[in-house]
C-alpha cells in the first residue's frame, strides 16, 4: 500500500482533535494532575513504612494516611471530570456526522457517486460509534499513561541511576513497536475493514432482492458468496491479529525483563544498603504502574487502528466532490428560457459518447416531448436539464445565463422533476411532496392530488398528510407511488417540468387526464417528457426523436 494513502488517515485524526482543541486541553490538564496525585501514591506508602518501621503510631502517620486517601479521592474525582468531557465530545462528533452525511449526500456530484451505491457508502456513518468508543478510550488512557510515565521516569532517577538506564530501556520499546509496526497495524485494520464492508454490502443485496433470492429454488448463491467475501475478511483479520500479538509479545518481553531486573538490582541494592526498604516498596509501585501504562497504550493501539480506520471510511464519502454552491440566482418572477448548445456527454467506460452534438431549446410554456429507443440517450438528456450531471462539452443557457454560472439550488428550484428511479422516501405524505417548503400549503397538495387522482387515496389514510409512507413506497400501490412524485413535481408550479415515464403502467382513462391537466395552457411551466406513451403526441408542440444519442 502507498505509504502516502496511510498517512492520510493520521491527518484526518489530528484534523478531528484540532475541532475539539479545548476540550481536549480540558482533558491533557486533568491528565497531568491526575498523573501526580497518582504518583503521591506510592511516596506516600514509602513514608509510610518508615514511620511503621519506627514501631509506634503516631501524629504524622495518621496525617500521612488520611492525605494519600483524600489523593486517591481527588484522582478520582479528576477521572469523572474527564468522563463528563468524553461524554460532550462524544455527542458532537455524532452530531457532526450525521449532518455532515446529511448535508454532503444530496450534493455530491453524480460523477463521483458513478462506481459506489450510494446505500452502501451511507453505512459509513456506522463508523461514527467506533470513533466515538476508540476515541474516549485513546483520550483517556494515552495521555494519562504517557504523563505516568514520564512523571515515574523522573521520580525513579532520584533513587538510582540504575532507573535511568530502565527508562531507556522503556522508550526504546515504545519506538520500536511504532516504528516496526503501527504502520503495518494500520494498513491490516484497513484491509480488514474493506471485507467488513463487502460481507456487508452483500447482506445488504440480500435484503434488497429478497424476493428474487426466495425464488430462487435450491440455489445456495446466498451463502456460498457469504461463504467466499467471509473468509476473505477472516483471512484479514487473523492478518491484523497477527500485528497486535507482535505488539503483546513485546510488551510481554518488557514486562519480565523490568520485574526480573527490579527484583535483582532492586534486592542487591537493599542488601548493599543503598536504598531503604521504603524506596524499594516505593520503587516497585511506581514500576508497576509503569508497567501498567505501557501495557494501555500497547493494548490500546487496536482503538487507535480502528479510530483511524473508521476516519478513513467516513474521508470516502467526505472526500467525494461537491456540486458547486456559488453561483447566480435566477428569479422565479422572470420568463423561462433554456437552451443546449453542441453539448456533448460521454462516461470513461464508454467509447462512444451517450449524447452527440445536442442542440434544444425549451422556450416558455413549450410542450416538448421526447422518443428514442432504450439506451438513446433520453435520461441523460433529462438529468443534464437539471443540472444532476455536467455535460463533456459544450454550453447550457437559462435566460442567457451559462448554467454553469448558477447557483445550482436556485436554478432547481425552478424545476419540476419526476425522474425514473425516484421513489417516495421514508416520511408523511406531506413531507415526501413538499420537502417542508414552507410555501406549499396543505390547500395546495389537496388541490394537486384532485388532480392527478390521489383524492381517495388520501381520504383512505386515517393521519391525512400526516401518514407516514414506507422507503421505496412500499405497501403502497406503484401507481400511487408515481403519482406522489408527479404531484412533487408540480405542487410548486415549476418553470420546467421534466418527466420520465410519469405515466408508467397508468390506465388509458388515468393517462388521458393527466395528460390534459398537466398540458393545459393554463399552467406556465414550460414541460419536456420522455415518454412511449402515444397519448402525449397530441398534447405536445414539439417532439424530439433521438437515435444513439443524437436528435434526428
Sequence with gaps: MDPNKLLNPWKRFVGLLSLEKKDILQITYYAIFSGFMTLTLPLGIQAIINLIQGAQISTSWVVLVILVTLGVAFNGALQLMQLRIIESLQQKIFTRASFELSYRFPKIKMEALRAYYP????????????IQKG???ILIDAPAALLQILFALILLSFYHPFFIVFGFMLLALIYTVFKYTAVKGLESSLEESKHKYR???????????????????KTQLALDKNDHLVKDYLNAREKHFKVLVLQFI?????????????????G??????EMNIGQFVAAEIIIILVISSVEKLILGLESFYDVLTSLEKLGQVVDKELESQKGDTISAETSFNLILSKVFYSVPDRDTPILSDINLEISNQCRILVRGESGSGKSSLLRLLAGIIDPTSGRIFINDAALSSLHLNSYRALLGLSLSGETPFEGTIRENVSFNNLEVTDQRIRAVFNEIGLKEFLKDQPNGLDTYLKPEGKQIAYTVAKKIILARAIIKNPKLLILEDPLDQFSME????IITYITDPIHNWS???VSANKQWESSCNTIVNLDNGKIQ
Design 268 to 273: 542487591a541494592l537493599v542488601l548493599n544498603q
Design 119 to 130: 446505500p452502501e457508502l451511507a453505512n459509513r456513518f456506522f463508523d461514527t460509534l467506533t
Design 250 to 266: 513485546q510488551m510481554i518481553g518488557f514486562k519480565v525483563l523490568v520485574t526480573a531486573g527490579l527484583l535483582l538490582i532492586g
Design 199 to 217: 460481507v456487508a454490502h452483500w447482506i445488504q443485496e440480500v435484503a434488497r432482492s429478497i424476493v428474487s433470492f426466495k425464488l430462487s429454488g
Design 527 to 529: 414541460l419536456i417528457v
Design 510 to 513: 388515468e393517462a388521458a387526464n
Design 135 to 137: 476515541l474516549s478510550k
